[in-house]
């Protein structure tokens, strides 16, 4: 059932959104400005489904009455099974928008990729991994910037870490964490053989400091000189930041700038991202417990996906989607595997509700 109340509830609110946003002090207020459009950015297509629910439900009253019109009665025949149809796959659609939402969804999202398992050629693949998301964020008008990196010596990266900022950049990207894996004849491969190398890929989201406060006390700054190719200016100082977390042990370093204070500030932003995430996953893993291990944990040892290069596939385990069509998907295009993915994520934690609602009812 469809609450009708909580909708009309968000009805409201959604119009008193649009009023405040035309206020004299909300507008001056960059920070009012920005939540209240994101609310209204939240709110927008559920009040519009449900308006379309109310105009559906109207016509399919208006058809039931003139059933016995002796006129009208084969019109509204034939129009009242689409009509239904219709209604069933909007109210399907209402369940899914009415679910909780994640606080992060809006959030931008710091990036983690390192290579895995497979030496100089799993480097590689994790460099392959950053160009793809990206082309991607690129195709979505999203910023990149690169936040630390430690490339391998014959290329690729043993570890990229990188900040994307735009719209509901983590409500795309959380399900692309976890163990990816490729399989492809490398280069340096004389006599074709497959390999298979591995890439794992965190998404956290970008932690405010009003939402995770460090203690200098529990941190240790180290300084030294930046370890990138020989001869860049970079190397002339000591601008690289390593910070140690003392209760978790948790280390993070930042390099790529010749400021020591930028690259400070771009550890410490990892830094909060990180130890937020692990308050996520305490959250989320004890919410699961609830659930009697929901379908779609994500842990990020789970192998999640592979690659395959000879034939041009892609398949996500998770889901057991399977594209062949490689080629474009590492070129940025992602949206038809993340759409499937997000759906299959509503479908399960819409599952997940019905079954607490039978439990408690």
């Not at 180290?222 to 690289?240: R, Y």
């Not at 910070?243 to 400021?259: A, F, N, W, Y």
Request: contains cysteine; aromatic residues 4%; hydrophobic residues 35%.
């Amino acid at each position: 059932m469809i609450p009708e109340e909580k909708l009309a509830g968000l009805v409201r609110r959604h119009a008193e959104v649009e009023q405040l946003l035309c206020e004299p002090e909300v507008l001056s207020d960059p920070s009012a400005l920005r939540k209240l459009n994101q609310e209204r950015t939240q709110l927008g297509p559920v009040v519009e489904a449900f308006s379309e629910l109310r105009k559906l439900e109207k016509q399919i009253a208006d058809d039931k009455e003139a059933l016995d019109d002796p006129e009208l009665g084969v019109l509204a025949r034939e129009e009242l099974p689409e009509l239904e149809e219709r209604r069933e796959k909007l109210l399907s659609t209402i369940q899914v928008l009415l679910l909780p939402q994640d606080p992060a969804d809006e959030k931008d999202t710091i990036l983690e990729i390192r290579a895995g398992t497979g030496g100089e050629e799993a480097a590689l693949f994790a460099a392959d991994l950053f160009r793809m998301y990206c082309r991607f964020a690129e195709r979505k008008g999203w910023k990149v910037e690169l936040m630390s990196s430690s490339e391998a010596s014959a290329g690729g990266y043993k570890e990229v870490i990188a900040l994307i900022a735009g719209t509901r950049v983590f409500s795309s990207m959380k399900f692309e964490g976890g163990v990816h894996r490729v399989q492809r004849v490398p280069a340096t491969e004389a006599q074709g053989r497959i390999h298979t190398s591995t890439a794992t890929v965190a998404v956290l989201p970008e932690a405010e400091e009003v939402e995770l406060e460090l203690d200098e006390k529990e941190l240790r700054f180290d300084i030294a000189a930046s370890g990138g190719p020989g001869g860049q200016g970079v190397n002339t100082t000591n601008s690289a930041v390593q910070i140690t977390h003392l209760p978790t042990g948790m280390i993070v370093k930042c390099q790529d700038e010749r400021s020591q204070l930028k690259n400070k500030a771009k550890a410490l932003k990892v830094l909060r991202s990180r130890l937020l995430d692990i308050e996520r996953q305490k959250q989320a893993d004890a919410i699961r417990d609830e659930r009697r291990g929901m379908v779609g944990g994500g842990e990020r040892s789970e192998k999640i996906r592979t690659y395959n290069y000879p034939q041009n596939r892609l398949t996500d385990h998770r889901i057991g989607l399977t594209l062949y069509k490689l080629d474009r998907v590492v070129d940025g295009e992602l949206d038809e595997l993340l759409d499937a993915l997000i759906a299959w994520y509503q479908a399960e934690v819409l599952e997940a509700s019905k079954k607490e609602a039978t439990g408690k009812a």
